[in-house]
């Protein structure tokens, strides 16, 4: 079983920065053969692609967030993170980690971004 914890969500102003990191630990032996990455679900919404990184560095990321967010991992340290750079209000969601591998996704619990003045 692979456990995964998100840290960094809270409440920022529009055009402000955020940088989510997301832990993997358990049974993740290989950590670079996963591929990893960020969803987003808003009240009333579906959940959507934020961004999404492989084992080999290649990023996709959603239209809605090309230009502003930036995505990395760290294979070494089993972390992956989401660094969030001019927010604006539409990016408010709860925002999960996930990683998958030979079709079996885990999920992270979840973590809050708010972007209000």
């Known amino acids: 079983q692979v456990q995964l914890v998100e840290s960094g969500g809270g409440l920022v102003q529009p055009g402000g920065s955020l940088r989510l990191s997301c832990a993997a630990s358990?049974?993740?032996?290989?950590?670079?053969?996963?591929?990893m990455g960020w969803f987003r679900q808003a009240p009333g919404k579906q959940r959507e692609l934020v961004a999404r990184i492989t084992g080999d560095n290649i990023i996709k990321y959603g239209e809605s967030v090309k230009g502003r967010f930036t995505i990395s991992r760290d294979n070494a340290e089993n972390t992956v993170a989401l660094q969030m750079n001019s927010l604006k209000p539409e990016d408010t969601a709860v925002y999960y980690c996930y990683a998958a591998r030979r079709g079996v996704d885990y999920w992270g619990q979840g973590t809050q971004v708010t972007v209000s003045s």
């Open positions: 358990g049974s993740i032996s290989s950590f670079y053969t996963y591929a």
